[in-house]
Structures are given as C-alpha cells and as structure tokens.
C-alpha cells in the first residue's frame, strides 16, 4: 500500500511524532508532546500543506511541513486550537492539564508568519474557539466558548494580537444564550456560521458588528447528542457522532451511536445508525466518513457513504492488548494499566484508512484488498494521533482535531 502523502502519527504520551510513507518510517518530530484534546490542525491550502499541534510539555506551538519544523512559544496546557482562513493566524486556548479543576485563564494567539505569540486572559475554564468573519465588517473575530454557565465571547483578533507583555485581561462582547454543557466546535468559514455542539441541539451563531449573535439551535435528528463536531470539507456540512443509550459511562458498550451531517443553514441533516459502542473522533474524505468502534464483542472500522448515507463497509479489527472494560468507564484502566483508544485518518487521495491500536504501538492500514501493520517503536498509549498531512484541496476544517 503506498501514497503519495506522508501520514503523520503522533505518540503524545512518548513526545515523538513519525512520518510514515510508502512503508519507510522515520521520525519527524521528537522530544514534543502532542496536546492530546487539541490534536493536530492542517492549515488551509494558503499554507501549503503545513500542519500544526501544541507541545503541551515544552510549551510552544509546533509548525510543521515544506521540510522543516519550528516552535513558537504559546501558554499551556492547551485544550483547543483553531486558525483563521488564511492560515496565518492560530488561537490556542488553555484547559486542565492534569488537574481536576480548571485553572488558567490563558489564552494565546501566534502570527505564524512573523513567528510571534502574545497570550491574554480570559474567563477561567475550558474554552472552545474559533475564528470566523464579522458579518458586518469581515474583520476576523476570536470567538470563545464558555461553559458552565454557557456563553459564547467575541474578541477582535487584531486586538488579540495587539496586547502588550504581561498577560492583560481581554475581554469581549459576551452572548450568555447559549447551553452549560458545551463540547464540540465548529465554524463554517464560507458563511461564518459557528456551530457549538450541547445537550439542547447544535447550536448556531454569528459575529455582527463585533458581537456574537444566536440563529438558533438545529435539534440533534435522533436520541442524544454529539460531542465532537467536524467540518465536512467537500459539502460545507457539519458532521458529527450522536451518542445516545445509559447516561453511566460504565454503561460505554450499550451506547448508541449514529453519524449525522447537518446543514448549517437549513437544518436538513442525514443519520447513518452506527454499531453500539464507544465512537469518538472520526475520519472524514470527499463522499466518505470512517469510524472506529470499540466494543467487547469486538472493534471495528465501519465506513460511511456519505453520499448514500449508509454504511458501505464493516472490517473487524485485529483486538486492541487493553481495551477498555465493560462496568468502568471507558477511559478507566485497570492495575494501573490505561485503557487503551484508537486513532483513525482517511487519505484524501486514495482513501485508505489508518486506525491505531493504542498501546501496542501498531497502525494498521486499510483499503479495497488488505489490511497491512506498521508498527512503531513506541507504544502510541491512548491510541496517539494521526493525520495525512497536505493533498486535501477540500473547504477548510480549521479547528484541531
């Protein structure tokens, strides 16, 4: 199996990042820990085929692609990250790191062409954000998500950029209509729709004249919501995995799942019923979606026609050493060993697919006839972090995943 873009495989608990192509392996990145919550962020096609994540131990934002990699200081620990539509711009914002409480009110925005970073504060928590486009001046505004209680935050990017040392206080036009439970972000870059996935539905706003506005809440089309909101590239839709079943995380391998894809503007959405299971993040390419559902019956990797809206394929897939395990929640180890996850990446060109097996240090990859294993030389716990990186002329996703 071969391809003409390296796929990138980050092993955030070892700090090293690899390039894998054409069956050759070397490393790309090393002594950098991967925000694991942030993920990757491929820049827009202005960037060419750059990518970028946050070392979430050294502190910086690594840029890589076109050959090299450079750091640029940012605040952490980092929760999300999220550019503008040129690519020039990233905004990271800070979480828990490995605290029970939230902590830091830092936020930090990088001009990655004049290789700068300045960091504000905010509101206490863990924020989402985006950068879309004022209705009304087409300047390009930082929008944060707050939670508990719900608010969406509008701030002037230029001001961002502009605030001097120290860490001031940056405050913006704050909107307070908006559900406590806020997890999922995402921001149409075409008509500046931004999505925020939470318990009452999706629901949508707008900046107008340097204030968030709410448009209002699309209902999730089936039982329960989502909490991981993706970009659809190649129809400007926002897709997503609808969780439904037992409340109790212990209760993970009866819950449901279904992928949707919604409209941002009229509300039409599809839903294709899924495997019960744990179903997070998932891989998105022109006409297709992939998943990996972990269950005790066994995992698979279940492959979505978008465009027919229904599963066209079901691969069982080799066991993962430490799954996680019924009656515990999902993330929950045992003995002290950490319950295990899968990461999953489609290749924009060939549509192959790559799901890891997290703690085995194994990729396994995935097309029309085989399924092949590459292993690595670290053990990729929690199941790492994977991205094909440049090849993809799609509308831009621009918040990590």
């Known amino acids: 199996m071969s391809s003409s873009l390296p796929l990138l495989a980050a092993d955030h608990r070892a700090g090293i990042v690899y390039e894998i192509q054409n069956g050759s392996r070397r490393v790309v990145v090393a002594g950098a820990w991967l925000a694991e919550h942030a993920g990757f962020l491929r820049l827009p096609a202005e960037a060419s085929g750059r990518w970028v994540f946050a070392d979430d131990r050294g502190g910086a934002l690594v840029v890589g692609g ?5 750091r640029i200081p940012i605040a952490i620990p980092a929760e999300h990250l999220a550019c503008d539509a040129s690519g020039r711009h990233v905004v990271v914002t800070s979480g828990l790191g490995m605290n029970e409480a939230a ?10 062409a004049a290789g700068s970073s300045a960091r504000f504060r905010v509101r206490t928590g863990e924020p989402g954000v985006v950068i879309a ?19 969406v935050e509008a701030l002037p990017l230029a001001s961002a950029l502009d605030v001097g040392p120290h ?15 806020g997890h999922g972000d995402v921001v149409d870059p075409v008509s500046g729709v931004v999505g925020v ?11 107008e004249r340097g204030a968030p506005r709410a448009i209002g809440i699309i209902r999730w089309p089936v039982e329960g919501r989502a909490f991981y909101l993706r970009l659809a590239g190649d129809t400007g839709r926002v897709t997503g995995i609808v969780r439904g079943g037992p409340a109790s995380p212990g209760a993970w391998p ?30 998105l390419a022109a006409g ?9 019956d066994g995992d698979a990797l279940v492959v979505i026609d978008r465009e027919q809206a229904r599963i066209s394929r079901i691969v069982p897939l080799p066991p993962m050493t430490h799954p996680p395990q019924a009656g515990r929640m999902p993330w929950d180890g045992v003995d002290g060993q950490a319950a295990q996850r899968r990461s999953i990446a489609i290749d924009p060109l060939t549509g192959a697919i790559a799901v890891t097996s997290g703690g085995d240090g194994m990729i396994h990859l ?20 994977l991205l094909w990186a440049g090849g993809d002329d799609r509308v831009n996703d621009l918040v990590g995943r």
């Not at 076109?66 to 450079?70: D, L, S, T």
């Not at 860490?167 to 439970?181: E, M, N, Q, T």
């Not at 996935?197 to 900046?207: D, Q, Y």
């Open 66 to 70: 076109a050959g090299e990699v450079r």
């Open 103 to 112: 902590w830091s009110d830092l936020v930090s925005v990088v001009d990655l």
């Open 133 to 151: 486009p004022d209705q009304a001046s087409g300047d390009s505004m930082i929008v944060l998500r707050h939670r508990e209680p719900g608010a």
């Open 167 to 181: 860490a001031p206080v940056l405050r913006g036009a704050l909107l307070d209509d908006l559900a406590p439970d």
């Open 197 to 207: 996935a939470t318990g009452r539905g999706l629901e949508r706003f707008i900046v």
């Open 254 to 283: 009866e819950w449901t799942n279904t992928f949707v894809e919604i409209d941002l503007a009229s509300g039409a959405s599809t839903a294709v019923a899924l495997p019960p299971g744990l179903a997070f993040r998932f891989a």
């Open 288 to 296: 297709a979606a992939a998943v990996a559902v972990i269950h005790p």
């Open 366 to 385: 995935i097309d029309d006839h085989e399924i092949t294993t590459i292993a690595v030389p670290t053990p990729l716990d929690e199941g790492g972090h």
